[in-house]
């Protein structure tokens, strides 16, 4: 038996499409043309996830820079049903993970997750996201109305980035 090839790619004008689809599918919510029009000019923030060159998956994310910080919002993340647990959702947020840590600015990266979707918030947990807040009536057209706020702390506020989710040990001129 051949191993299957999962790989991430750019989206573009020309596969725009395959991605509306997709989240149509996997998203109980509706995304406007806005937001397909941002996702455009996204670049590495915004891939097609392929299973022996079908799209599967996809992971679209934001620079976010309220509330006086620079964070990473994964707006959405999905692979279709028969898809899931081959990795191809570990690809994906290890991905987002990468970029996070190659900018080396950010202080978090958080999503919205439905409160009844355990699946969801469970592979989240694996990655050290935590759920941080709730937000009640956060969806308008489904039912729970309500999100789960993951987030991911990269660095506290004006600190230095954590490194495997500890500060780094401090240099003391040579004498520890």
Same mark, same amino acid.
């Given at each position: 038996? +051949?191993?299957?090839?999962?790989?991430?790619?750019?989206?573009?004008p $020309?596969?725009? /499409?395959?991605? @509306? @689809?997709l =989240?149509?599918? *996997?998203?109980?919510?509706?995304? =406007? &043309? /806005?937001?397909?029009?941002?996702?455009?000019?996204?670049?590495?923030?915004?891939k097609?996830?392929y299973?022996?060159?079908? *799209?599967?998956?996809?992971?679209?994310?934001?620079? !976010?820079?309220?509330? =006086?910080?620079?964070?990473?919002?994964?707006?959405? #993340?999905?692979?279709?049903?028969?898809?899931?647990?081959?990795?191809?959702?570990?690809?994906?947020?290890?991905?987002? #993970? @990468?970029?996070?840590?190659? &900018?080396?600015?950010? &202080?978090?990266?958080? #999503? $919205?997750?439905?409160? =009844?979707?355990?699946?969801?918030? !469970?592979?989240?947990? /694996?990655?050290?996201?935590?759920?941080?807040?709730?937000?009640?009536?956060?969806? @308008?057209?489904?039912?729970?109305? !309500?999100? $789960?706020?993951?987030? /991911?702390?990269?660095?506290?506020?004006?600190? +230095?980035?954590?490194?495997?989710?500890?500060?780094?040990?401090?240099?003391?001129?040579? $004498? !520890?």
């Amino acid at each position: 038996m +051949t191993r299957a090839k999962i790989e991430l790619g750019d989206v573009t004008p $020309h596969n725009i /499409k395959q991605l @509306k @689809k997709l =989240n149509t599918v *996997v998203f109980p919510v509706s995304y =406007n &043309d /806005k937001f397909y029009k941002d996702v455009l000019e996204a670049g590495e923030l915004a891939k097609l996830a392929y299973y022996n060159d079908i *799209v599967v998956g996809a992971v679209c994310c934001r620079i !976010d820079t309220s509330e =006086n910080s620079r964070r990473l919002y994964i707006m959405t #993340l999905g692979c279709l049903y028969p898809y899931r647990r081959l990795g191809i959702g570990t690809l994906m947020v290890e991905h987002v #993970l @990468k970029y996070v840590e190659h &900018d080396g600015n950010f &202080d978090s990266i958080f #999503l $919205h997750v439905q409160v =009844n979707n355990e699946s969801a918030i !469970d592979f989240y947990k /694996k990655f050290g996201f935590e759920i941080v807040e709730t937000k009640e009536h956060y969806y @308008k057209r489904i039912e729970p109305a !309500d999100a $789960h706020v993951l987030q /991911k702390t990269i660095r506290q506020a004006n600190s +230095t980035p954590l490194v495997n989710g500890n500060v780094p040990h401090a240099k003391t001129n040579g $004498h !520890d």
